[in-house]
């Protein structure tokens, strides 16, 4: 069964460094986002993106926060300068279309930790 | 007042029972409602999606809006202790191209033998 993969699975980084998180999403999927989850919080739209620009970001996704797909298979996060409050679980998922909203399949997260 | 509410739980019922799982919102445009399902240390997976107000049955799973009363609920038949997640609410506006979900916080099931 097709899945979205994430990884890494979990980073440790010291505050104030470059983070990239790496994303897979199901081959044949044409929109891409990422959430977020802080321990013991709800689940949190960051970014959606389709056709190779941002559709959608929250209020969440500043500056420090930048989206790729450098290639046809990879979908990044990336957070320039790190902070505590961005220690969460981070979740990329992917959907064939719009339309049908809600079909969104998950990867299994990256956890990002800030020191 | 929050967008979405949902009790965090935990809910414990014995194998077998029926359980009911609540959300309410506050966003009237709210157009599209989900239940997604999500174990320890994974991703949520979608259970169950629905269109404005309404029922839907998919094996031992139930949805049911209701959007005069701003409230959705997912029940679960004879349920099993496979059946142990943490259960989320969502919905959505269908803003444009791609959709955003708005997610409640979840309730945590516990199915005991």
């Known amino acids: 069964e097709p899945e979205v993969t994430q990884t890494p699975s979990h980073q440790v980084t010291q505050m104030g460094q470059e983070v990239i998180l790496r994303c897979v999403p199901i081959s044949n999927h044409l929109y891409f986002y990422w959430y977020r989850q802080i321990l013991g919080q709800k689940v949190e739209f960051l970014v959606s993106f389709y056709n190779n620009e941002i559709s959608e970001k929250s209020e969440i996704f500043d500056d420090q926060f930048s989206v790729e797909r450098p290639d046809g298979s990879n979908f990044t996060l990336k957070i320039r300068s790190t902070k505590l409050e961005d220690s969460a679980m981070y979740f990329c998922?992917?959907?064939?279309?719009?339309?049908?909203?809600?079909?969104?399949?998950f990867g299994e997260g990256s956890r990002l930790t800030v020191l | 007042q929050k967008e979405v509410e949902q009790d965090p739980g935990p809910l414990s019922v014995p194998e077998g029972a029926i359980v009911s799982l609540n959300c309410t919102y506050s966003n009237s445009a709210f157009q599209y409602f989900m239940w997604y399902r999500q174990y320890s240390r994974k991703g949520p997976e979608l259970l169950m999606y629905t269109y404005s107000s309404g029922n839907k049955e998919d094996g031992r799973f139930t949805a049911q809006v209701d959007k005069s009363s701003k409230y959705i609920s997912l029940f679960i038949r004879d349920s099993q202790p496979s059946d142990s997640a943490t259960y989320l609410c969502a919905m959505s506006l269908n803003t444009g191209t791609a959709s955003k979900l708005t997610f409640g916080t979840g309730t945590r099931l516990q199915v005991t033998l």
């Open positions: 998922a992917s959907s064939a279309r719009t339309g049908l909203t809600g079909e969104l399949f």
